[in-house]
């Protein structure tokens, strides 16, 4: 078939497919099929010479700049077998594409092409249901290094189009030496390209979203949001960010969202060389953003070439449709601040609209019961208002997607704080770390539990890998302190405690271990300074304010410590007061009949103060020896 003149096809149709050369789909009876990167490309380039062949060095040239190290061989084979393999075609009886030994390929099924419709007809037809999605106006984030330059190829197709220079797998950095595995990414912030600032908030849920699907992969770490999010707007160069968080590879990228598409650039890079190994561009309808999330999480699986579970294949292949409005909604959820009580029940309003748009989304209802566990751990609402909800939320999204794991990190949390069921936390804590072993949370919280069973070189070691997978978290320091409190190592917790306290002294919890390790430690005077600085900068949370009313009744202001004791009787009329914090005011008095009395209000609400705090709390030393104590032990079933 010869080429002709004049305007290029948009869309070309051969048996029962058809190729949307700018939009980048291949589609089968109007569904779309799972093409993208190399095969795609291969594709449109054996598309754009019908009947003639095209040899593999052309297909170096197009695919594998001249700059890059590549296995070329095995790229060019899988993407071949790939492409057959969407396309329900045979090497040994083609009916698309031919093999021709020693010299390339070619493309022998008929084509039928349909050129571009004028913007007027475009526009008319726009507003009917089969209408084709306006694509995106060509646009990339620049690199920021100039050496890194994103090359819009020319228009060699029949459409004008980005090809994404693309590079299938990293073989070698110099000469016949075998390449430097990938182990370890950091996906940075991506870069909004909208007009609208108000998509920063979408365009930073890509980016946490895409980190998330990223860490399902076992033998990949992946650095955590919170340690990359601190390069957002950072120009430094990529090597420098490759040793300040200790990985193999570095991806950046943009989104652009224009009305009902999005498109995503990604550029992955070889750290410790500056090397391009990936430069990928991803469009779909924003129903299918979920889709194109985990098509850029398999593209960058196969670069580096993780190992994958069937499962995690199987899942990143899926397509996943979600509701736009729930989506948009569930983004500005989890942009907000968790630590913060307004946010948080500003969070749940915006998935509760989530969900009603769109009952079938899954990590909605995953983010809201994390929005109730973080209300009810922090005490603004009671057990019986927080947690019942979420396990609630927890059951539906299980039930929608049984293998999502910070479904199951927070049922483990729940068996350990509210049901007092060991067995399951530690059951639920490890599938949740099977299904996502690079989640830095889950393997934070895990490292606490750990701590608290009285496993504390396990403990430490959890911390650790915390460190390699979130390395510039604020809270790392705090997490030290954390299992020191536990393992009641006071000395260590002085020492994590000034460490925390240089690195963020506006960070309440800094404060407050700092001073339990002084209190701890003999120093009681010098914990109240930290205890007040706590309260202060946590705006009156109850566990510094019953520490402090501790340090005082220790140091001889027992009226001090009634004055707090009295300011909760009259804060409990309008909201809730934890019964164990009121507990340990009681016992720092010497009241111990009232201690006991709080202690029992406690155990019958399931207060998730008193699992967590009840073995290592200094404040209540006065009580261990009273038989009432160990009775309770043993009512909850404690381990020992």
Same mark, same amino acid.
């Given at each position: 078939?010869?080429?002709?003149?004049?305007?290029?096809?948009?869309?070309?149709?051969?048996?029962?497919?058809?190729?949307?050369?700018?939009?980048?789909?291949?589609?089968?009876? =109007?569904?779309?099929?799972?093409?993208? =990167?190399?095969?795609?490309?291969?594709?449109?380039?054996?598309?754009?010479?019908?009947?003639?062949?095209?040899?593999?060095?052309?297909?170096?040239?197009?695919?594998?700049?001249?700059?890059?190290?590549?296995?070329?061989?095995?790229?060019?084979?899988?993407?071949?077998?790939?492409?057959?393999?969407?396309?329900?075609?045979?090497?040994?009886?083609?009916?698309?594409?031919?093999?021709?030994?020693?010299?390339?390929?070619?493309?022998?099924?008929?084509?039928?092409?349909?050129?571009?419709?004028?913007?007027?007809?475009?526009?008319?037809?726009?507003?009917?249901?089969?209408?084709?999605?306006?694509?995106?106006?060509?646009?990339?984030?620049?690199?920021?290094?100039?050496?890194?330059?994103?090359?819009?190829?020319?228009?060699?197709?029949?459409?004008?189009?980005?090809?994404?220079?693309?590079?299938?797998?990293?073989?070698?950095?110099?000469?016949?030496?075998?390449?430097?595995?990938?182990?370890?990414?950091?996906?940075?912030?991506?870069?909004?390209?909208?007009?609208?600032?108000?998509?920063?908030?979408?365009?930073?849920?890509?980016?946490?979203?895409?980190?998330?699907?990223?860490?399902?992969?076992?033998?990949?770490?992946?650095?955590?949001?919170?340690?990359?999010?601190?390069?957002?707007?950072?120009?430094?160069?990529?090597?420098?960010?490759?040793?300040?968080?200790?990985?193999?590879?570095?991806?950046?990228?943009?989104?652009?969202?224009?009305?009902?598409?999005?498109?995503?650039?990604?550029? +992955?890079?070889?750290?410790?060389?500056? *090397?391009?190994?990936?430069?990928?561009?991803?469009?779909?309808?924003?129903?299918?953003?979920?889709?194109? *999330?985990?098509?850029?999480?398999?593209?960058?699986?196969?670069?580096?070439?993780?190992?994958?579970?069937?499962?995690?294949?199987?899942?990143?292949?899926?397509?996943?449709?979600?509701?736009?409005?729930?989506?948009?909604?569930?983004?500005?959820?989890?942009?907000?601040?968790?630590?913060?009580?307004?946010?948080?029940?500003?969070? *749940?309003?915006?998935?509760?609209?989530?969900?009603?748009?769109?009952?079938?989304?899954?990590?909605?209802?995953?983010?809201?019961?994390?929005?109730?566990?973080?209300?009810?751990?922090?005490?603004?609402?009671?057990?019986?208002?927080?947690?019942?909800?979420?396990?609630?939320?927890?059951?539906?999204?299980?039930?929608?997607?049984?293998?999502?794991?910070?479904?199951?990190?927070?049922?483990?949390?729940?068996?350990?704080?509210?049901?007092?069921?060991?067995?399951?936390?530690?059951?639920?804590?490890?599938?949740?770390?099977?299904?996502?072993?690079?989640?830095?949370?889950?393997?934070?919280?895990?490292?606490?539990?750990?701590?608290?069973?009285?496993?504390?070189?396990?403990?430490?070691?959890?911390?650790?890998?915390?460190?390699?997978?979130?390395?510039? #978290?604020?809270?790392?320091?705090?997490?030290?302190?954390?299992?020191?409190?536990?393992?009641?190592?006071?000395?260590?917790?002085?020492?994590?405690?000034?460490?925390?306290?240089?690195?963020?002294?506006?960070?309440?919890?800094?404060?407050?271990?700092?001073?339990?390790?002084?209190?701890?430690?003999?120093?009681?005077?010098?914990?109240?300074?930290?205890?007040?600085?706590?309260?202060?900068?946590?705006? =009156?949370?109850?566990?510094?304010?019953?520490?402090?009313?501790?340090?005082?009744?220790?140091?001889?202001?027992?009226?001090?410590?009634?004055?707090?004791?009295?300011?909760?009787?009259?804060?409990?009329?309008?909201?809730?007061?934890?019964?164990? #914090?009121?507990?340990?005011?009681?016992?720092?008095?010497?009241?111990?009949?009232?201690?006991?009395?709080?202690?029992?209000?406690?155990?019958?609400?399931?207060?998730?103060?008193?699992?967590?705090?009840?073995?290592?709390?200094?404040?209540?030393?006065?009580?261990?020896?009273?038989?009432?104590?160990?009775?309770?032990?043993?009512? +909850?079933?404690?381990?020992?």
């Amino acid at each position: 078939m010869a080429r002709e003149n004049g305007p290029r096809p948009r869309i070309l149709r051969f048996a029962t497919l058809e190729v949307d050369l700018q939009a980048r789909e291949l589609r089968k009876n =109007g569904l779309k099929l799972k093409l993208h =990167g190399q095969p795609f490309e291969v594709l449109a380039m054996l598309l754009e010479r019908p009947g003639e062949v095209v040899n593999r060095e052309q297909l170096r040239e197009r695919l594998w700049p001249t700059d890059t190290f590549v296995d070329f061989d095995h790229g060019v084979n899988t993407a071949i077998n790939r492409l057959r393999e969407a396309l329900g075609d045979s090497a040994d009886n083609p009916r698309f594409i031919e093999t021709l030994p020693r010299r390339g390929y070619r493309f022998i099924a008929p084509i039928e092409s349909i050129p571009p419709v004028s913007a007027v007809t475009a526009a008319a037809s726009s507003a009917t249901p089969q209408a084709q999605p306006t694509p995106l106006p060509e646009a990339d984030v620049q690199p920021r290094h100039g050496k890194r330059l994103v090359w819009i190829l020319p228009a060699v197709l029949l459409f004008g189009v980005l090809v994404a220079a693309n590079v299938g797998r990293f073989q070698r950095l110099f000469g016949e030496q075998p390449r430097t595995p990938i182990q370890s990414i950091a996906v940075l912030p991506l870069v909004n390209l909208s007009a609208d600032p108000q998509q920063e908030h979408f365009t930073d849920g890509m980016t946490e979203e895409l980190i998330g699907e990223l860490s399902r992969i076992g033998s990949l770490r992946v650095i955590s949001r919170t340690s990359v999010m601190q390069y957002k707007g950072e120009k430094k160069p990529l090597p420098q960010i490759g040793r300040e968080l200790n990985v193999d590879a570095v991806m950046e990228g943009s989104v652009l969202r224009s009305g009902n598409r999005v498109r995503i650039v990604a550029h +992955m890079i070889y750290a410790p060389t500056d *090397q391009n190994l990936m430069t990928e561009t991803y469009e779909r309808d924003f129903g299918d953003v979920l889709t194109l *999330q985990r098509e850029v999480a398999e593209s960058i699986a196969e670069r580096v070439r993780a190992k994958l579970t069937p499962e995690q294949q199987l899942r990143l292949e899926q397509a996943v449709e979600v509701n736009p409005e729930a989506y948009e909604a569930y983004l500005m959820a989890i942009s907000l601040d968790w630590s913060r009580q307004q946010q948080n029940k500003k969070a *749940q309003s915006y998935l509760e609209k989530a969900i009603q748009k769109d009952p079938g989304f899954a990590p909605a209802y995953v983010e809201l019961a994390w929005r109730y566990l973080d209300l009810g751990q922090f005490r603004w609402l009671s057990p019986r208002e927080a947690y019942p909800p979420a396990k609630q939320a927890l059951r539906k999204a299980l039930e929608l997607d049984e293998k999502n794991c910070r479904a199951h990190f927070q049922l483990a949390w729940l068996a350990w704080r509210y049901d007092w069921d060991w067995p399951t936390a530690e059951t639920e804590f490890k599938h949740a770390l099977e299904l996502c072993p690079s989640d830095a949370r889950i393997h934070w919280e895990h490292a606490y539990y750990t701590a608290w069973s009285g496993r504390g070189a396990e403990a430490l070691a959890e911390i650790g890998k915390t460190r390699e997978l979130d390395p510039l #978290m604020p809270f790392l320091l705090g997490g030290e302190a954390l299992i020191n409190y536990q393992l009641r190592n006071y000395t260590a917790m002085i020492d994590a405690g000034r460490r925390f306290v240089s690195s963020d002294a506006n960070y309440w919890v800094a404060h407050f271990f700092l001073g339990v390790g002084y209190e701890g430690s003999g120093r009681t005077r010098d914990s109240i300074p930290e205890y007040q600085k706590a309260i202060e900068l946590s705006e =009156g949370d109850q566990d510094p304010t019953a520490a402090l009313a501790h340090a005082y009744a220790a140091t001889g202001g027992k009226e001090e410590a009634k004055k707090i004791l009295r300011e909760w009787q009259h804060q409990s009329e309008s909201s809730y007061v934890s019964p164990y #914090m009121i507990a340990t005011v009681y016992a720092s008095l010497g009241e111990k009949d009232k201690a006991f009395a709080y202690l029992e209000k406690a155990y019958q609400e399931r207060s998730s103060d008193l699992p967590y705090f009840l073995k290592a709390d200094l404040r209540l030393d006065s009580l261990r020896s009273d038989p009432r104590f160990q009775d309770l032990l043993r009512r +909850m079933n404690f381990p020992q």
